[in-house]
């Protein structure tokens, strides 16, 4: 079976209501939520509870939709340590109350030299990684005490984790059950594009680090001047999609695949197509 889910801040900003009604009508498996994006009206730093989580929790559960990852996307090599600290604790607030929003994983990206996490020269260095390892060994020793789950998303030519290796390499330090990862096929592209077969790059991916994985995104992209453009909805470019879900199938059966920027006729689509 394939679970298809949606990322909720793609169907527009809106009370928590409203959004679950929304989404309600596209009838995804699961969502991934980022709170700040999501909601018109998210609580501020600190202003998380217990009962706020569950009253979240249940909006969405009473439509039938689980919430499979929530979104805490920071930059944990930030060049400025004090927003670095604060970008930490604000992750293990998620962390703390990710099981009252009936949710284990709290997603985020591993960040760059640069505070937008765009490309930055140093971003790939020894030193990066090590701060990288810093911060993730505090938050999966957090989310340890937690029961939750630290989950990790790579980007090609642009993050810390910038490929299956270094992904690979990360697990390989931390081999906690409260590290998992967030496997985009198409963020693992190089910028240049891939020198191998789609099919060999997923099986790649699977063999490094597939017992690891808990979620994944789907999205679509496109060669464009011998550059990779990314951004489309899955299945209206240059993924081989069959071959994947092939894999998800055989290998992952029944985990949540999370559509990114999608549209409401994506999951229509991708219900028949992916079957």
Not at 146 to 162: F, K, L, M, P, R
Request: hydrophobic share 40%; charged share 25%.
């Amino acid at each position: 079976m394939i679970r298809i889910g949606l990322r909720a801040h793609d169907y527009g900003k809106q009370p928590p209501l409203l959004l679950a009604d929304t989404l309600a009508a596209l009838k995804p498996a699961s969502i991934q939520l980022a709170l700040a994006k999501a909601f018109l009206s998210a609580p501020p730093a600190g202003g998380l509870s217990p009962g706020y989580a569950r009253a979240i929790r249940d909006t969405f559960a009473d439509r039938g939709i689980a919430i499979a990852v929530l979104g805490c996307y920071i930059n944990p090599v930030h060049p400025d340590p004090e927003i670095r600290e604060n970008s930490l604790r604000r992750f293990e607030e998620h962390l703390r109350y990710a099981r009252d929003f009936g949710c284990a994983l709290v997603g985020t990206e591993t960040g760059s030299c640069n505070p937008d996490c765009s490309w930055h020269p140093d971003t790939e260095k020894p030193e990066t990684f090590d701060l990288l390892c810093s911060s993730i060994d505090r938050l999966v020793t957090y989310a340890e005490k937690c029961g939750s789950i630290v989950a990790v998303e790579a980007v090609a030519d642009q993050h810390t984790v910038h490929s299956i290796e270094a992904m690979a390499k990360l697990l390989e330090r931390f081999p906690s059950p409260a590290l998992r990862v967030i496997y985009d096929p198409v963020n693992l592209i190089p910028i240049k594009g891939l020198q191998e077969n789609q099919a060999d790059f997923f099986n790649r991916a699977f063999d490094a680090f597939g017992d690891r994985i808990a979620a994944i995104h789907a999205k679509d992209f496109r060669m464009e001047n011998g550059r990779r453009g990314d951004g489309i909805p899955a299945g209206t470019g240059e993924l081989d999609y069959p071959s994947l879900i092939e894999i998800i199938k055989r290998r992952k059966p029944d985990i949540d695949i999370l559509l990114e920027n999608g549209k409401p006729e994506t999951i229509t689509r991708v219900r028949t197509e992916w079957a």
